[in-house]
């Protein structure tokens, strides 16, 4: 393995010439800096990350922290941010929590003691004073507003997906609309509650609801107590898309007809909604821009020590497929 020195004798320059060249923390000379990059290509020379991450309190890495890797929605936007991280010189760590603060805890310790440059995290735990006012990353949250704790946040406008898909049911006809809600620890899906309920409120329609998690297999509990509870159901508004595949699933099993017994409309426009049959209606999170604008902000706190807009939320939009008839 070839070592700074080796670099050094074969370019012709001292070590900390070498080092300069690396991490661009000097000015050197174009013969020099040229001689150098000839030097590490030849000896396949490679700067010692963990090092460089110590001298320089950077590590050129941003934590991603999820609360499940199943949810097909947070993956996607994990690939957004991936994609702008690795364009801007960085790299991802991703931070599977399954929902367990202590996990949570631990892996933005992990991470500070790393010098990540920021941590993007979709957080639902209530108790994580301590570990945030010692940790002093800029924080990035997804999917809730970002308050005294995190420096900045992104997200959707979650009331107003709520509200127009249920105006789509109604516009189809629907009078008895069940929502599969979504874990109220999360303010989206407080948000899309209330859009419902004012919603259904105006066209003086009950609200109806079930309890229901995001990804597929918590769908399908969610699902089965709906069906439970309201068999007659006329439109179903999934938490999720992996939940209305679910509610699909099941559908099929009982032999009734997605749109003509039931209508669906999802949650998120992910890939899959897409590809389902029939595709699925769903209200589409802008999930690339959320990725992408969620690295900006760290980037922005790195390079000019402050973010100037706190708060981002994108409009969602409603895409009109398969399993809503057509109006």
Do not use: W
């Not at 934590?63 to 499940?68: D, F, L």
């Not at 329609?205 to 068999?231: C, H, K, N, T």
């Not at 997605?258 to 029939?278: N, Q």
């Amino acid at each position: 393995m070839a070592h700074i020195s080796d670099v050094a004798r074969l370019a012709g320059v001292s070590s900390a010439t070498v080092s300069r060249v690396i991490n661009g923390t000097a000015k050197v000379s174009e013969e020099k800096a040229r001689r150098v990059r000839k030097a590490i290509a030849e000896t396949g020379f490679n700067p010692n990350e963990i090092a460089r991450s110590l001298y320089k309190k950077s590590s050129r890495m941003i934590g991603y922290i999820v609360p499940s890797i199943l949810n097909i929605f947070l993956s996607e936007i994990g690939r957004a941010i991936e994609d702008e991280a690795f364009r801007n010189g960085y790299k991802v760590i991703l931070c599977n929590t399954d929902q367990n603060p202590e996990k949570e805890a631990a892996y933005i310790k992990m991470l500070s003691s790393m010098n990540a440059d920021g941590i993007i995290i979709t957080a639902n735990n209530e108790h994580l004073d301590e570990e945030l006012e010692s940790c002093r990353l800029p924080i990035v949250v997804l999917d809730k507003s970002a308050g005294a704790r995190y420096s900045a946040s992104v997200q959707s406008d979650s009331y107003e997906g709520g509200k127009i898909a249920t105006e789509h049911l109604i516009r189809c006809g629907c009078r008895k609309i069940v929502l599969m809600r979504g874990p109220q620890q999360y303010s989206s899906s407080q948000q899309r509650f209330l859009g419902y309920v004012d919603a259904c409120n105006e066209h003086g329609i009950q609200p109806l609801f079930v309890e229901s998690g995001f990804d597929y297999r918590e769908g399908r509990d969610g699902a089965r107590e709906l069906f439970r509870r309201f068999p007659d159901a006329e439109g179903i508004l999934a938490v999720s898309d992996m939940a209305a595949l679910s509610l699909y699933r099941l559908l099929h099993e009982q032999g009734r007809s997605v749109p003509d017994d039931v209508m669906i409309v999802g949650y998120d426009g992910v890939e899959l909604s897409e590809l389902m049959t029939p595709a699925l209606t769903t209200v589409a999170q802008p999930i690339e821009a959320i990725g992408r604008r969620a690295v900006g902000l760290i980037l922005e706190q790195v390079e000019k020590g402050k973010i100037e807009q706190r708060e981002i939320i994108f409009p969602v939009t409603l895409k009109l497929r398969e399993t809503t008839k057509q109006i």
